[in-house]
Nanobody
């Protein structure tokens, strides 16, 4: 069982930045055994994949809406995945969730489309961007 805890959200003005964190914990957790994704859910909208990372195959992916503004990274010593979000826009306002999946699918590129692949989800952190 993998537990994921997000943090780092908050209220920021348009153009500002935040660093979201996703701390993973599980007995014997190894980053290469999991792909980690970030997703967001805005009020009245469907959940959207934002970014993912799979260190075992050196794979990252970004939604077109955030490419060039958001950067995903990992700190294996802290079992933490970061999402650096910059040049924030009001439309980035949402609850941001991290999620993880393991097993044989980790041997391929990560995905932000096939959300059913993700087995473990955090509780989310709110990001609000004011105009």
């Amino acid at each position: 069982e993998v537990q994921l805890v997000e943090s780092g959200g908050g209220l920021v003005q348009a153009g500002g930045s935040l660093r979201l964190s996703c701390a993973a914990s599980a007995s014997g957790f190894i980053f290469d055994d999991y792909a980690i994704g970030w997703f967001r859910k805005a009020t009245g909208k469907e959940r959207e994949g934002v970014s993912c990372i799979n260190t075992s195959v050196n794979s990252t992916a970004y939604a077109s809406s955030v490419k060039g503004r958001f950067t995903i990274s990992t700190d294996s010593a802290k079992s933490t995945v970061y999402l650096q979000v910059t040049s924030l826009r009001p439309e980035d306002t949402a609850v941001y969730y991290c999620a993880a999946y393991g097993g044989p699918l980790v041997k391929s590129y990560c995905t932000i489309i096939a959300t059913t692949r993700y087995d473990y989800w955090g509780q989310g952190t709110q990001v609000t961007v004011s105009s």
